[in-house]
């Protein structure tokens, strides 16, 4: 929807002002008005919904390097050490002066976030894991044991996850809540955006939400909690509830158009639920689309990133996914190797779970199989069933769905089972001996697998996993890490031709950053915190230079 345009924001009749509107209380969104605040601002923060976003519901881990809980773990890890692996893992994404300003301030935004109540432990897991066990809080989130990587960078666990049982999203953002309420920050609450206020010179002077009426907010709550994205398959009914949601705000909204002072802060999120800005940007991923599980809440409609657009803004990295195929837990897995339908290894099997899933959708039709003996795969059953309830539920589970629904096959030896699943068995054997052979006689692994984790397949009973892209029962969770285009300095919304936008700033996943060139598990709350309070200070600092200019008698 296009903005709208005044001529005079001192002739408008504002409902509400505010030195920094913040649109979205997620993890970037609440960054941005607690940093805000603390530079002075008067700050008011929306959400369409009760706050808490995706952050709510992740694993509430921030990447992030030579903190306290490092070297209570035994670990002395450096920024130097940092920054070398996350060049290999961000790229050209954002400048390399960004970059380091980014690593060396992790420690403190992890420190900014215990000020604000959010705790943390050096208790370390320290073995391959797509998130650590009950009591454990430390741990290697990314591909910092992979050869390919240690080969450049000494690794270290930089995964801190939020203390508290189950997933640390949920007290990560309970502890930020309280401490917004307590520094009076004005919460908006079930309160949509929807068009941007301009200046004819183009600068954002607020926006225009819809305000839902108190008596429906128990019911869109209640809409916003079924469509939880840790149901896998739950997006028909999401959809659904947007739908009905969309007809509540119709119909029991109230129009209301807030001042911004110093800037609008976007917080919103992806668009991992805009069907149209992904086939917009990437319709390849588009054919796979409807057997995905989106790890995103139904804030994440790309409605920010549409906003921003609307108003002159650039996008970038749109076509930047985050495709995961998780292995383990359970650990016994990882014995295994994944081929594609021409037989061929292609990835470490021990590689983060965005990098497996990435090279899963780029096979020819998204096709691949993990090759596991009996054993491993019997003992993948036992780890499954006893790794704890909530490992169990979310990892278990979706394993076992998977190996009953999803196409598992049996067969007597390569050539029997190549047949089972369709691909050449004269490559699938020689891939197995290729690998067997190999580490017989001492060499490195094909693919780059980290050595303590080669197992010889051996002779016997092979069982392949399917884990193709067309497989909705393999669970290939998704979401979006492109978005704005910012100014680095500043988080100010930039447009194609690289001036900023007055007035408009964006952080977390709305804004192309840190997570964009490819997602390891903390990059995200990582960089919600870091391109927040970038954006949540710069928008203090020009609404604190707007004040001082006004004449006395309108301050």
């Given at each position: 929807?296009?903005?709208?345009?005044?001529?005079?924001?001192?002739?408008?009749?504002?409902?509400?002002?505010?030195?920094?509107?913040?649109?979205?209380?997620?993890?970037?969104?609440?960054?941005?008005?607690?940093?805000?605040?603390?530079?002075?601002?008067?700050?008011?923060?929306?959400?369409?919904?009760?706050?808490?976003?995706?952050?709510?519901?992740?694993?509430?881990?921030?990447?992030?390097?030579?903190?306290?809980?490092?070297?209570?773990?035994?670990?002395?890890?450096?920024?130097?050490?940092?920054?070398?692996?996350?060049?290999?893992?961000?790229?050209?994404?954002?400048?390399?002066?960004?970059?380091?300003?980014?690593?060396?301030?992790?420690?403190?935004?992890?420190?900014?976030?215990?000020?604000?109540?959010?705790?943390?432990?050096?208790?370390?897991?320290?073995?391959?894991?797509?998130?650590?066990?009950?009591?454990?809080?430390?741990?290697?989130?990314?591909?910092?044991?992979?050869?390919?990587?240690?080969?450049?960078?000494?690794?270290?666990?930089?995964?801190?996850?939020a203390v508290g049982a189950g997933f640390g999203g949920a007290h990560y953002i309970?502890?930020?809540?309280?401490?917004?309420?307590?520094?009076?920050?004005?919460?908006?609450?079930?309160?949509?955006?929807?068009?941007?206020?301009?200046?004819?010179?183009?600068?954002?002077?607020?926006?225009?939400?819809?305000?839902?009426?108190?008596?429906?907010?128990?019911?869109?709550?209640?809409l916003y909690g079924r469509a939880s994205p840790y149901v896998p398959h739950n997006?028909?009914?999401?959809?659904?509830?947007?739908?009905?949601?969309?007809?509540?705000?119709?119909?029991?909204?109230?129009?209301?158009?807030?001042?911004?002072?110093?800037?609008?802060?976007?917080?919103?999120?992806?668009?991992?639920?805009?069907?149209?800005?992904?086939?917009?940007?990437?319709?390849?991923?588009?054919?796979?689309?409807?057997?995905?599980?989106?790890?995103?809440?139904?804030?994440?409609?790309?409605?920010?990133?549409?906003?921003?657009?609307?108003?002159?803004?650039?996008?970038?990295?749109?076509?930047?996914?985050?495709?995961?195929?998780?292995?383990?837990?359970?650990?016994?897995?990882?014995?295994?190797?994944?081929?594609?339908?021409?037989?061929?290894?292609?990835?470490?099997?021990?590689?983060?779970?965005?990098?497996?899933?990435?090279?899963?959708?780029?096979?020819?039709?998204?096709?691949?199989?993990?090759?596991?003996?009996?054993?491993?795969?019997?003992?993948?059953?036992?780890?499954?069933?006893?790794?704890?309830?909530?490992?169990?539920?979310?990892?278990?589970?979706?394993?076992?769905?998977?190996?009953?629904?999803?196409?598992?096959?049996?067969?007597?030896?390569?050539?029997?089972?190549?047949?089972?699943?369709?691909?050449?068995?004269?490559?699938?054997?020689?891939?197995?001996?290729?690998?067997?052979?190999?580490?017989?006689?001492?060499?490195?692994?094909?693919?780059?697998?980290?050595?303590?984790?080669?197992?010889?397949?051996?002779?016997?009973?092979?069982?392949?996993?399917?884990?193709?892209?067309?497989?909705?029962?393999?669970?290939?969770?998704?979401?979006?890490?492109?978005?704005?285009?910012?100014?680095?300095?500043?988080?100010?919304?930039?447009?194609?031709?690289?001036?900023?936008?007055?007035?408009?700033?964006?952080?977390?996943?709305?804004?192309?950053?840190?997570?964009?060139?490819?997602?390891?598990s903390g990059l995200s709350i990582a960089d919600g915190v870091f391109s927040g309070?970038?954006?949540?200070?710069?928008?203090?600092?020009?609404?604190?230079?707007?004040?001082?200019?006004?004449?006395?008698?309108?301050?």
């Amino acid at each position: 929807m296009s903005p709208i345009v005044i001529e005079d924001g001192d002739a408008l009749a504002w409902d509400r002002e505010a030195d920094v509107v913040v649109v979205g209380f997620g993890g970037a969104g609440a960054s941005a008005a607690l940093q805000a605040r603390e530079g002075g601002a008067e700050v008011i923060l929306i959400d369409r919904f009760g706050g808490g976003g995706t952050t709510a519901y992740s694993g509430g881990v921030i990447y992030a390097g030579a903190t306290r809980f490092q070297r209570e773990a035994g670990f002395d890890d450096t920024v130097d050490d940092m920054l070398d692996y996350l060049r290999q893992e961000v790229g050209d994404v954002v400048r390399p002066e960004t970059l380091e300003r980014f690593c060396r301030g992790s420690a403190a935004d992890v420190d900014w976030l215990i000020e604000h109540g959010v705790r943390y432990s050096g208790a370390a897991y320290l073995d391959k894991i797509t998130y650590p066990p009950e009591g454990k809080f430390l741990y290697y989130s990314g591909n910092e044991k992979s050869p390919a990587f240690e080969a450049k960078a000494r690794p270290a666990p930089r995964g801190h996850r939020a203390v508290g049982a189950g997933f640390g999203g949920a007290h990560y953002i309970a502890a930020l809540r309280r401490s917004i309420e307590q520094a009076g920050i004005a919460l908006m609450l079930h309160t949509r955006a929807d068009r941007l206020i301009c200046d004819r010179a183009g600068r954002v002077l607020g926006i225009e939400v819809v305000a839902l009426d108190r008596s429906q907010h128990a019911r869109q709550q209640a809409l916003y909690g079924r469509a939880s994205p840790y149901v896998p398959h739950n997006h028909g009914r999401t959809e659904r509830a947007l739908k009905a949601m969309r007809a509540m705000e119709e119909r029991h909204g109230t129009a209301l158009r807030l001042r911004a002072r110093g800037g609008v802060v976007l917080g919103t999120g992806g668009f991992a639920y805009s069907r149209a800005l992904i086939d917009r940007h990437d319709s390849e991923f588009a054919r796979h689309y409807d057997v995905t599980h989106r790890l995103s809440t139904m804030g994440n409609d790309g409605s920010g990133l549409e906003m921003g657009l609307s108003a002159g803004g650039a996008v970038g990295r749109m076509e930047s996914l985050y495709i995961a195929r998780n292995i383990a837990p359970p650990e016994a897995l990882l014995d295994g190797i994944i081929v594609n339908r021409e037989g061929r290894r292609f990835v470490p099997e021990d590689a983060y779970v965005s990098m497996i899933g990435g090279e899963v959708a780029k096979q020819p039709d998204g096709d691949a199989w993990l090759i596991v003996n009996a054993r491993s795969f019997r003992r993948s059953i036992g780890e499954a069933l006893t790794c704890g309830w909530q490992r169990f539920k979310y990892f278990g589970v979706p394993m076992l769905v998977n190996y009953a629904l999803g196409g598992t096959r049996r067969g007597g030896g390569a050539t029997a089972l190549a047949r089972r699943i369709g691909i050449d068995p004269a490559a699938l054997s020689a891939a197995i001996e290729q690998h067997d052979r190999d580490i017989a006689e001492g060499k490195p692994d094909l693919v780059g697998k980290s050595e303590a984790l080669r197992k010889p397949l051996g002779r016997g009973a092979l069982y392949a996993v399917n884990m193709c892209m067309s497989n909705r029962h393999a669970l290939t969770k998704f979401m979006t890490l492109g978005g704005l285009e910012v100014d680095e300095d500043s988080g100010a919304v930039l447009r194609a031709d690289g001036s900023p936008i007055a007035g408009l700033y964006a952080a977390g996943m709305a804004a192309k950053g840190l997570h964009s060139n490819g997602y390891i598990s903390g990059l995200s709350i990582a960089d919600g915190v870091f391109s927040g309070r970038r954006a949540g200070r710069h928008a203090a600092d020009a609404a604190q230079a707007l004040n001082d200019r006004r004449p006395i008698e309108a301050a």
